[in-house]
């Protein structure tokens, strides 16, 4: 099993930057990505931005050039530094951890508890 422990989340104006931070524990050995999703109300999940231990990243066409994410110094810790914030971005934020191969993420298995972003003036 993988535990993974979300934080960074909270209310912040258009415009305004958020990073979050998501720390991964247990059988790490098991994982080669990690990625974020998002559940906005009355929409479906969606995968914000992932990336490989390699250093392969995706991003949502809606999240480019605006949300960027890393890795840390500290061993699977996976951050998304969200700038240029819009409404459009409010939602749950989900850290994911799972596998990557032949340019194919695959999540699913494991899932942070989720941290609430709103974007509000």
């Known amino acids: 099993q993988v535990q993974l422990v979300e934080s960074g989340g909270g209310l912040v104006q258009p415009g305004g930057s958020l990073r979050l931070s998501c720390a991964a524990s247990?059988?790490?050995?098991?994982?080669?990505?990690m990625g974020w999703y998002r559940r906005a109300p009355g929409k479906q999940r969606e995968l914000v931005a992932a990336?490989?231990?390699?250093?392969?990243?995706t991003y949502a066409d809606s999240v480019k050039g605006r949300f960027a994410i890393s890795t840390g110094n500290a061993k699977n810790t996976v951050y998304l530094q969200m700038n240029s914030l819009k409404p459009e971005d409010t939602a749950v934020y989900y850290c994911?951890?799972?596998?990557?191969?032949?340019?194919?993420?695959?999540?699913?298995?494991?899932w942070g508890q989720g941290t609430q972003v709103t974007v509000s003036s």
């Open positions: 247990g059988s790490t050995f098991e994982i080669n990505a």
């Open positions: 994911s951890a799972g596998k990557y191969y032949s340019g194919s993420y695959e999540f699913g298995t494991f």
């Open positions: 990336i490989a231990s390699g250093g392969s990243t």
